[in-house]
């Protein structure tokens, strides 16, 4: 199974501007922003947006995902909803988690296309 091109990006996009957000806050120290990929099976890829901005606190973790759920001031709390429904219908998931010494780490796996590891 291929993955919608446009859904995919737009996962992306939210994941990278919503990084880009939590570090807009951070005063001392170097904002970091790194995406990944890489193939974890012959037919799963493994994408991951890192930060250092502060980071989620432990008990917004179990509600990250919820619909209308936000840690931001201004937000509506479904982007990160919407985007772990794209990754769910795409066979994947989408999990959040922290990043050391400080920051979140949002990755998600989706198929890679491949049905035999080319």
């Not at 201004?74 to 909803?81: C, R």
């Not at 429904?85 to 989408?94: D, F, K, N, S, V």
């Amino acid at each position: 199974m291929l993955g919608d091109r446009i859904q995919l990006q737009q996962v992306l996009l939210n994941l990278v501007m919503n990084a880009i957000e939590a570090m807009s806050g951070v005063d001392a120290g170097p904002r970091v922003l790194g995406v990944s990929s890489e193939c974890v099976t012959t037919t799963e890829v493994l994408v991951a947006v890192r930060d250092s901005g502060p980071g989620l606190e432990p008990q917004s973790l179990a509600r990250l995902f919820d619909a209308f759920y936000t840690t931001k001031p201004h937000g509506l709390g479904l982007g990160l909803a919407i985007s772990r429904r794209i990754i769910e219908a795409h066979g994947g998931r989408l999990w959040a988690t922290a990043n050391a010494p400080h920051g979140a780490v949002l990755q998600f796996t989706v198929s890679s296309g491949s049905e035999g590891g080319a």
